[in-house]
């Protein structure tokens, strides 16, 4: 065989072998959606900016059955009081105080709006997580020591809180996700693309899982580096949507359609402003037959794309090491707005038909909730708490036993 031909052949052969190895990353999906069969007696929640709030206000709404919360870049609970006015003015700038919410939070507990506590204590919420950076310019450092003082008087005993540090500098990082795989830069330069950081060696996700499972020996070395996107997957988050829908909430523009229905009635408010679709990471051991993993939601930020936060965020990487399934549900997008904070107390109008959430945000101040359900973003029956619980009750259900 000439030379010529000894070469065509070979590459032949190394073109043929990496489109296989291409293909089989690209269906890697096992097709089993969120049935994980994952424990529901370990299953925590973290998020970033508004996923943090979200995330907190589902670890506190179900503390029976959450065990541990993290917190990054995000602002107090309850503290915008359901007005957007409150939310940017005092939640977000801290040009305006606001009191703790503790007594609030246990005032629904004892309505039955949000799980009951024992002894004035949650049942199972015993572990918090809270990041934030002292140069934030979208959530001030106030309102993250507002939500480090809610977390410690309401679960019992105070969070893990990491300030960041000066040898990455990441004690000056802007508003995000710090993570070793981030693509905008640590401190805000006005190219920010994904609020996913790059701070050195500094990851979010490392530290906030070391507080959340300390019964895991940490080892450094466990870190997963090379997570391929192809191993991110999709499931179907409408179906969830729409068996929210079919139990009968309502959203705020229900109250106003019959004088702005041109505007309002879209099919993003319908939906909740959620996306269609929501991603998951199975770390392999945790796809082998039998095998109960922990289970962790993770929740991106206003202006994040929730693919983008779950190939980037961190997460994947440390998910092997802690026996974790990783899920990741989104917000869909909106045409973003500039965000900044005025001199002084700006006027914000509180209407909630006046409140298109268009940087994608979770609701973490109310702008789903109608006239006659204030503050319902705080609790149970909230449209967002209501789709998560079902992505968490659907990963967590018993497989059934192979035929």
């Not at 917190?71 to 309850?78: D, E, L, R, S, T």
């Not at 629904?108 to 949000?114: F, K, R």
């Not at 960041?164 to 000056?172: F, K, L, Q």
């Not at 770390?283 to 109960?292: E, F, L, N």
């Amino acid at each position: 065989m000439d030379v010529r031909r000894r070469i065509v052949l070979r590459l032949a052969a190394y073109f043929t072998a990496a489109f296989v190895v291409a293909s089989s990353v690209a269906h890697a999906d096992d097709g089993l959606g969120l049935k994980r069969g994952g424990s529901n007696d370990n299953v925590t929640i973290s998020g970033v900016s508004s996923g943090a709030a979200m995330a907190v206000q589902y670890a506190v709404a179900h503390s029976k059955s959450i065990v541990g919360v993290g917190a990054i870049a995000g602002p107090g609970w309850g503290c915008a009081d359901g007005r957007i006015s409150q939310a940017v003015n005092a939640c977000m700038c801290g040009l305006q105080s606001f009191e703790s919410k503790v007594n609030a939070a246990r005032e629904l507990a004892a309505s039955g709006a949000i799980d009951s506590l024992s002894s004035g204590k949650p049942q199972a919420l015993r572990r918090a997580f809270v990041f934030h950076s002292a140069d934030d310019p979208t959530v001030v450092v106030q309102s993250g020591k507002a939500s480090i003082a809610f977390l410690a008087a309401f679960i019992g005993n105070g969070p893990e809180v990491d300030w960041g540090n000066a040898d990455d500098d990441s004690n000056h990082a802007g508003h995000g996700i710090v993570s070793p795989g981030g693509t905008d830069s640590c401190r805000v330069n006005g190219r920010e693309t994904t609020y996913v950081r790059r701070c050195g060696a500094e990851d979010n996700a490392r530290d906030l899982f070391r507080a959340l499972y300390p019964d895991v020996p940490f080892d450094a070395s466990k870190r997963v580096d090379a997570i391929q996107e192809g191993e991110v997957w999709r499931f179907n988050q409408k179906r969830l949507i729409e068996q929210v829908k079919s139990g009968g909430s309502t959203v705020s523009w229900d109250d106003w359609s019959w004088f702005y229905p041109w505007f309002y009635s879209t099919s993003r408010r319908k939906d909740f402003d959620m996306a269609a679709t929501g991603y998951i990471y199975v770390p392999p051991p945790c796809r082998q037959a039998g095998r109960s993993c922990r289970v962790h939601v993770a929740l991106h930020g206003c202006k994040q794309d929730a693919k983008e936060f779950a190939i980037r965020g961190g997460f994947n990487n440390w998910a092997e090491h802690y026996n974790v399934i990783v899920v990741y549900p989104g917000v869909a997008p909106g045409v973003p707005i500039a965000e900044g904070c005025p001199t002084s107390v700006s006027f914000v109008a509180d209407y909630a038909w006046l409140e298109p959430n268009p940087n994608g945000c979770w609701d973490w101040w109310g702008y789903l909730d109608t006239g006659n359900h204030k503050n319902r973003y705080l609790t149970k029956a909230a449209p967002h708490m209501q789709v998560i619980e079902r992505i968490i009750d659907e990963v967590t259900a018993p497989l059934a036993a192979p035929q």
